[in-house]
């Protein structure tokens, strides 16, 4: 009798083990991994772990120059920033992350980011290229034959920060970023041509952001409140940005 029990319990204690729940807290809740189900979030919040933050590793978008105004150029200047959305694209890397919960069960929490990122905007027509030589932002044409994309680069550091809405699968996020430039430059491909600093892109950006996703995968909109361009220098235009992305 006494074998049987053991040999009953040390079965149990096999499939148990065998479908044992690995947890790690991702937005708040304690996410659980099983072969049934995949991750979701658990209802109960262990006050005694950090909360996790909603913002991700990784994102990444298409930008669009929305608003787009030439008030400092002569009238009938024809747009030249406008830019194509499709190759025009946004990667931004989050490498330091932290977060505190607002609530027992994890539900409302403060989330902060360190990044680094990259925005590339792919001018509409691929004959032009951007200048500074005048003292403002000029069009110029491009001299070489065959070039096929125009575009201006920013490599960025940023500081992402939101308010979070977590919900078992799903959460929410809303608040805002700055963004430091360090460095912008423009460039042609095909034939391709070095890349060209430029001056007159505000150094010192700020914008609102917003998150919803499903468990590890979300969507997200940022747009930049700070014009584009130094005021005065070239069109007034702001950055939006709008993609997907992963929490890992």
Known sequence: MKRSLFT?????????????????????????????????????????????????????????????AYSSYPSGTEPFVDNKIGPSTHIALNFFKFGTSFDKKGRFGLSLGVGLGWDNMVLGDSRITLTDATGMIMPTVVEMKGCDQ??????????????????????FSVGGYGKAILRSYVRTHGPSNGPTNIDYVNTLQAGLLARAGYRDVFIFANYALTPYFEKGKGPETNLLTFGFGLWL
Not at 42 to 48: G, I, L, N, T
Request: glycine share 4%; proline share 4%; charged share 20%.
């Open 8 to 68: 009953l319990l040390l079965a149990f204690v096999v499939l148990s083990v065998g479908r044992a729940e690995t947890t790690m807290s991702i937005v708040g809740y304690d996410v659980i991994h099983d072969d049934f189900c995949g991750p979701h979030f658990d209802e109960v919040f262990d006050e005694e772990k950090d909360y996790s933050t909603t913002i991700p590793f990784f994102q990444i978008g298409f930008e669009y120059f929305a608003n787009t």
């Open 150 to 171: 125009s575009k201006i680069t920013n490599f960025f550091f940023w500081l992402p920060a939101s308010i979070d809405f977590n919900k078992r699968y799903f959460h």
